[in-house]
């Protein structure tokens, strides 16, 4: 398996997988899970400064000192490995995937890419460009599946959406890439038409999340609480909360059991109606849609020109 710009998330994906082998190397240890017939045992990342490879060695040779680092040679990466991760920023997709022999030496092979805003057919035109034979009759282009995982698969708790293919790809290949993104977190199947919303939703939502817990820090700041203490007991009160929602609890369940008759809380959430805070958080994740959708049909600035 080669990952094609091994950046935050490359490293947070290779990690997962590392330890999940180096932990648990015995099939039998997950009986209840669907393993790969095939899980991946060589791993190369592939990368174009010398700081980045050796974060990655400094991040990664603690779980297999066999892994291969590549420095400014995606073609010899993609070469070796039958599986390849393109986790590379988006505005460089044709550079790389027009490297010469890129293209070729990804025919027949799985793609798995993790760009935001970059559709399934715009990877398709861009090798299409550098590999047209491949798309030929009796070519064999290589098969692209779109994945959307987000900050926390850097601790193992990433909300990741694998977009369903049309036509469907083979078992063998769905059963790897879910086996892959389960190595930093959870995951669900969503149609390609939906992905938009899931990069606002997931991809951004840290940030959305992380603004929300450091205004209830500040505000707990304000009224005599120290820093330190505000900002971990807001985190530990969201992942409490999410922990609710998770094991089944409905959000406004959650909400109406703390809420008592006449007490602070339903105070509190009064100023926050008052405020329009539901309609804000859900128009920002309407408005982050709309902007990975722009930004996948290539539109510059897309920001400076919303409103």
């Known amino acids: 398996m ?6 935050t998330l490359g490293i947070a994906i290779l990690s997962g997988v590392l ?3 180096r932990d648990a190397p015995d099939p039998s240890s997950s009986p209840n899970s669907l393993l ?3 899980i991946p045992t060589h791993f190369i990342a592939c990368v174009t400064r010398p700081e980045s490879a050796k974060k990655i ?10 892994l291969e680092v590549l420095l400014s040679n995606n073609v010899q990466g993609v070469r070796s490995a039958s599986v390849v991760l393109l986790a590379c920023k988006p505005q460089l997709i044709g550079t790389i995937l027009s490297e010469p022999g890129v293209a070729k030496a ?7 890419s993790i760009l935001a805003g970059v559709s399934v057919s715009q990877i398709h035109q861009e090798l299409c460009l550098a590999d047209p034979d491949a ?3 009796g070519g064999e282009p290589c098969i692209v599946v779109r994945v959307m995982p987000n ?3 850097l601790i ?6 694998i977009a369903t293919s049309i036509p469907p790809i083979p078992q063998t290949f769905d059963v790897l890439i879910t086996w892959i993104f389960t190595r930093i977190g959870r995951v669900v199947h969503l149609p390609s038409t939906a992905m938009d919303a899931s990069t606002a939703l997931c991809g951004s939502g840290p940030a959305f999340y992380a603004l929300m817990l450091e205004a209830m820090a500040d505000g707990a700041v304000a009224m005599g609480l120290p820093r330190a203490e505000a900002q971990l007991m807001a985190a530990q009160t969201m992942k409490g909360c999410a922990d609710l929602v998770l094991h089944g609890e409905h959000p406004a369940l959650v909400r109406e059991k703390v809420c008592t008759p006449g007490g602070c809380s339903i105070g509190g959430l009064m100023v926050l109606e008052e405020g329009k805070v539901r309609g804000t958080i859900a128009r920002g994740v309407r408005e982050a849609a709309v902007v990975a959708a722009e930004l996948g049909k290539g539109v510059q600035g897309v920001n400076g020109t919303r409103f």
């Open 2 to 7: 080669a990952v094609i710009g091994c950046g």
């Open 19 to 21: 330890l999940y082998l």
């Open 36 to 38: 790969p017939t095939q």
């Open 57 to 66: 060695r400094s991040s990664l040779y603690k779980f297999s000192p066999s």
């Open 106 to 112: 990804l025919r027949g092979k799985l793609l798995i």
């Open 135 to 137: 798309y030929n009759v």
């Open 151 to 153: 900050a926390a698969a």
């Open 156 to 161: 193992g708790e990433s909300m990741t959406v």
